[in-house]
């Protein structure tokens, strides 16, 4: 039985032959980011990082992601960081798709290959390289962490998806699965990245709409996903964002899986008092 599969971009610049029509859509409810954008001239160099580019596919923005930024990074062999996280409050987590990079944090390195995970806490001094003999892409996701009185901050952990056994949403008979790197019952953890899995012709038979804004990125596979009040066709490579509230729901198109790595913030009460954004003009 085959592997998981992760679909990672490559860069690149099309050709000027290329027709402009493309899938490409910015809404205030929802966005998709298609693999054939990725190219090379929106990729980011960023400070203290060595042989490394970056695809920023969110960011916090007013009328746009909220809670967090999500990378996926290039590290060439040889390349990494002694100071990668910039922000003394942020935690991140880590899912790389394609090469491996070791990890080091507390004096102890992990390495990690395509599938693993990492949960890295705020000020945890956590440093990355590429070892390896191929360029690594991994996504980095960066949320200020929410503090809460009397709760510790998580510890450090590390996973493979290929260790961990897909929990099946209730009534799905394993058509429509959950992998969870960390318990969703721990209330020290206010983001959850996990990766969620359908069955050929698997399905979400409702229009979701929750306060968790999401950011979606598509490992393997294909569907037709239904955002606020469009349907729209996404594939392996291509990332969605959904602003809180945003109604979703999707069919997986097959003929294989349907994979996606899936952010939310979680845990935490709404923070009240703040700015009310308006659309419009």
């Known amino acids: 039985m085959a592997g998981p599969q992760y679909i990672a971009p490559q860069g690149g610049h099309p050709p000027q032959t290329q027709l402009l029509t493309g899938r490409a859509v910015f809404t205030e409810a929802y966005v998709v980011i298609p693999k054939g954008v990725m190219g090379d001239i929106v990729t980011s160099a960023l400070p203290f990082w060595d042989g490394t580019r970056a695809w920023i596919l969110s960011r916090p923005l007013s009328g746009f992601a909220e809670s967090f930024a999500q990378y996926v990074m290039e590290v060439a062999p040889g390349g990494g960081s002694v100071r990668p996280e910039p922000d003394a409050g942020a935690e991140g987590v880590l899912f790389v798709m394609e090469g491996e990079v070791t990890v080091t944090l507390g004096g102890e390195a992990h390495r990690l290959q ?168």
């Open 114 to 281: 395509p599938g693993g995970y990492a949960y890295l806490p705020p000020s945890c001094g956590w440093t990355l390289r590429n070892d390896g003999a191929a360029h690594a892409r991994f996504h980095w996701i960066r949320k200020i962490y929410d503090r809460v009185d009397r709760l510790d901050v998580p510890e450090p952990v590390f996973h493979n998806e290929q260790d961990i056994i897909p929990l099946s949403m209730p009534g799905t008979a394993g058509r429509w699965a959950t992998t969870r790197f960390v318990d969703p019952d721990d209330l020290r953890h206010d983001m959850h990245v996990n990766i969620v899995t359908f069955e050929p012709g698997g399905t979400i038979p409702f229009a979701e709409t929750h306060v968790m804004e999401h950011g979606l990125y598509v490992l393997e596979g294909k569907a037709v996903y239904r955002l606020n009040q469009d349907w729209v066709e996404v594939e392996a490579g291509d990332y969605m964002w959904l602003r809180a509230f945003c109604p979703q729901a999707c069919y997986a198109g097959g003929p294989g899986k349907f994979r996606y790595l899936l952010y939310k913030d979680v845990n935490r009460h709404m923070k009240l008092g703040a700015p009310v954004q308006r659309f419009g003009g």
